[in-house]
């Protein structure tokens, strides 16, 4: 957890930073895009920014459907590990965990209301 806190700030200050750098170019070259024809590498580092973001909001979604106390306890666990690889690995195994239980509820759901779609289209007919 504090470690994705960390990771968090990292990325926020970057984001300062290219704002910063970007209010410094003169308007023309920042609506047309540099003009050594980097258009490429923004689009990439657009693209690699939006699966940031994505790949972050999945991980706060998981972490809302985990009690607090399993998180908690999770972490003390880990921070236990003295071995910075075996705690990498427990923390990923645990994350996939996670991830595959809130999977699971995610589809229950829709496996219900699907079904309740279906009883309801049968009462209509």
């Known amino acids: 957890m504090a470690r994705e806190k960390e990771r968090l700030k990292k990325e926020e200050e970057e984001k300062l930073e290219v704002e910063e750098e970007e209010e410094d170019e003169p308007p023309l070259q920042r609506r047309r895009g540099q003009h050594s024809g980097s258009k490429d590498e923004e689009m990439e580092k657009r693209i690699s920014e939006w699966v940031a973001k994505l790949s972050r909001g999945e991980e706060e979604e998981v972490t809302m459907y985990i009690p607090k106390d399993e998180q908690e306890a999770a972490m003390k666990e880990w921070e236990a590990e003295g071995d910075v690889l075996k705690r990498q ?3 990923d195994e645990k994350r996939m965990e996670w991830k595959l239980a809130m999977m699971r509820e995610k589809k229950k759901k829709v496996d219900a ?8 289209e049968e009462v209509h007919d």
């Open 89 to 91: 690995a427990m923390e």
């Open 113 to 120: 209301a699907s079904e309740a779609v279906k009883d309801l």
